[in-house]
């Protein structure tokens, strides 16, 4: 079956960095735009990121860009997030999805579009 496992969050000091990991089994991510989203207590899921299939679209939220890179791995099945300059409003769990209509990234991240979550990775920030 379709899993999606999301790794590397943790606690980490203000201006600090992270890099997650999102690990898909079952499924290609070859023809999907993938996203990451982040969820803080009591707030909406939010999009964080966005990387096409191929074509090098990307979308990035206004309140990370500049600070996040979304990437795709050399191995297959494989997404990153690399968080440098860390704030503590970027507390919150992160979760990878698949855009199940898309394969490039638009300019906003329509949450009903992606599917297969996983379970998301814990990032506080903090000092």
């Known amino acids: 079956q379709v899993q999606f496992v999301e790794s590397g969050g943790g606690l980490v000091q203000p201006g600090g960095s992270l890099r997650l990991s999102c690990a898909a089994s079952?499924?290609?991510?070859?023809?999907?735009?993938i996203g990451w989203f982040r969820q803080a207590p009591g707030k909406e899921r939010e999009g964080v990121s966005c990387i096409g299939s191929s074509d090098g679209s990307a979308y990035y939220a206004d309140s990370v860009k500049g600070r996040f890179t979304m990437s795709r791995g050399s191995a297959k099945g494989m997404v990153y997030l690399r968080m440098n300059d860390l704030e503590p409003e970027d507390t919150a769990v992160y979760y990878c999805a698949a855009n199940l209509l898309r394969s490039v990234c638009s300019d906003s991240m329509v949450k009903h579009e992606y599917g297969y979550w996983g379970q998301g990775t814990q990032v506080t920030v903090s000092s």
């Open positions: 079952g499924f290609s991510l070859d023809y999907y735009a």
